[in-house]
């Protein structure tokens, strides 16, 4: 064995430990939000700050330095192999780890910890100003972390936004967004004015919850979800967590007299789901058995949640067993009515309440927003009034409260800052692939008609899910789509679908 053999085992070695002990904080982290009892919380803090600081410990321990430095001088890998993506991935994430003093580190949990606190509050009694100290310390220390990071040549927010999305910039990132923003105000604006107006109250009629679970379960399962290797729990807010090869958790959240959240949340945490179990195996532990990207995790589960799960031919499947199981509701709903009640476009205030159309918008805001925080232009304290000025001018509507408004979200007061981007980057990315899938498939809405959703399933299983990290996200989507990211295929779904459904 030559010494850069032994190196890169030994430096596989130590990742796989690393992610296997981070795996053990997954579970105790799911355990927390689905069945902690309330007086167990903070006994489970403790666990897991000790947890995350053994990780840390462990991912920064300087032999890994030292290992890849060896690597990198001696070792002769094969172009786009494994063993040279994990290299590569391993120095991105060791380098990450190691900038960030530990002083920092614990400062920004700390504060994560008490900001999450204050905005709850601030968020139940309306009041942007009781969050404001908060967040002005918060963006003060994301700053702070990026600058420990570095970032020559780009943005404060570039280092930031690299932790979620490694590899992408801001600049990137503008480019797509901006000349989808200018399709999806005028597409809203055309919907708006038309005269067609979806029945949208058959969806809060009554829907029993035993009732919601049995179907969703059905219809995660047949998209693919394998429930061997997984569960579907309840959780206020809803997520997916892969544990490791064979054990993945979904969690959903019913409302007996709202039919589309539990049942398209549990479609979107499924298609993640899918992409978790799809990782390969042998893999586990270093890049190469990881996901790519967070951008590319949602092109997963919204090409599940939209592109197939409101899309007719999956209601030529599924409408006659949600009529079997909610007479009282869709009794007498045709799956007509039904199809465009689960396609209503309207502005609203809530992000995670929107429709497909109006989604991106939400985010785009955030996205500019969140820039200016961590770039100096925007101070904090004017935060709510940007906010709103910019929400009329996307959603021709004024936030009505602060709870509505720029308190809604969480991300902000627990750091997640650079996060945003990549559900926009997700829904983009799946119209790619959908269409890349589509060329080698044909037409895949009829095959879901036929209730075959294998093909697609496996598809994405080849050409996304067995790659982990082999690529970087926007690498991926060349050698998949065989086209850079781009917001054309999105436009081109949405308008193709919502002209049809309005008479645009
Ligand atoms: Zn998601």
């Not at 355990?31 to 489970?44: I, N, V, W």
């Not at 892969?242 to 019913?254: A, E, K, Q, S, V």
């Not at 805001?365 to 001018?393: C, Y």
């Not at 917001?487 to 193709?496: G, K, S, T, W």
Request: with cysteine; charged share 25%.
């Amino acid at each position: 064995m030559n010494a850069s053999t032994k190196a890169y085992e030994e430096l596989m070695t130590r990742l796989k430990r690393t992610a296997l002990l981070a795996s053990c904080s997954a579970v105790l982290e799911w355990d927390e939000q689905t069945y902690l009892p309330a007086l167990g919380s903070e006994h489970r803090a403790n666990q897991l700050a000790l947890l995350a600081g053994m990780v840390h410990e462990q991912a920064t321990n300087p032999e890994i330095g030292n290992l890849l430095q060896e690597l990198e001088t001696n070792a002769d890998f094969t172009e786009g192999s494994f063993e040279q993506a994990n290299v590569r991935e391993a120095r991105h994430e060791f380098d990450r780890a190691t900038k960030l003093p530990r002083r920092l580190v614990e400062e920004l949990s700390r504060v994560a910890t008490l900001s999450h606190h204050a905005w709850v509050q601030a968020r139940k009694a309306n009041q942007f100003n009781d969050f404001l100290p908060w967040l002005e310390q918060m963006i003060d220390l994301k700053r702070e972390e990026a600058s420990a990071i570095g970032y020559q040549g780009r943005s404060a927010y570039d280092a930031l936004l690299d932790e979620y999305e490694p590899g992408a910039t801001s600049e990137m990132i503008e480019q797509a967004f901006l000349p989808l923003r200018d399709e999806l105000v005028s597409l809203v604006s055309a919907i708006n004015n038309s005269a067609v107006a979806p029945e949208i109250s058959i969806l809060t009629r009554k829907y029993p919850v035993e009732k919601q679970r049995e179907f969703s379960i059905s219809a995660a399962k047949a998209i693919g979800f394998n429930f061997d290797a997984g569960r579907l729990d309840i959780a206020a807010h809803p997520f997916c967590s892969g544990f490791g090869p064979g054990d993945c958790r979904l969690t959903t959240r019913y409302d007996e007299h709202h039919f589309p959240g539990a049942f398209f949340g549990t479609l979107h945490e499924a298609g993640h789901g899918i992409y978790e179990q799809g990782l390969p195996k042998e893999h586990f532990g270093t890049p190469s058995g990881h996901s790519t990207s967070l951008g590319i995790h949602e092109s997963q589960s919204r090409m599940w949640e939209n592109l197939v799960g409101r899309s007719r031919a999956f209601w030529d499947v599924f409408f006659q067993p949600a009529q079997a199981l909610f007479p009282e509701a869709l009794g007498n709903v045709s799956q007509e009515e039904f199809y465009r009640a689960i396609n209503d476009v309207r502005p609203s205030f809530i992000r995670v309440e929107a429709d497909e159309v109006t989604y991106n918008l939400h985010i785009m805001l955030r996205f500019e927003l969140e820039k200016s925080l961590i770039s100096g232009d925007l101070k904090p304290a004017d935060l709510e009034s940007a906010w709103n000025e910019k929400f009329v001018e996307y959603f021709g509507i004024k936030p009505d409260t602060s709870a509505n408004g720029c308190l809604q979200d969480v991300h902000w007061s627990a750091g997640l800052i650079g996060y945003f981007p990549t559900y926009a980057l997700g829904n983009m990315y799946a119209a790619q692939f959908f269409n890349a899938a589509e060329k080698e498939l044909g037409d895949i809405n009829k095959l879901i008609a036929s209730g075959d959703f294998v093909p697609l399933k496996e598809w994405l299983n080849k050409n996304i899910h067995s790659r982990g990290k082999l690529y970087r996200a926007n690498r991926l989507v060349e050698v998949v789509a065989g086209e850079s990211l781009s917001h054309e295929p999105l436009i081109a779904q949405l308008q193709n679908k919502y002209s049809e459904l309005y008479n645009l």
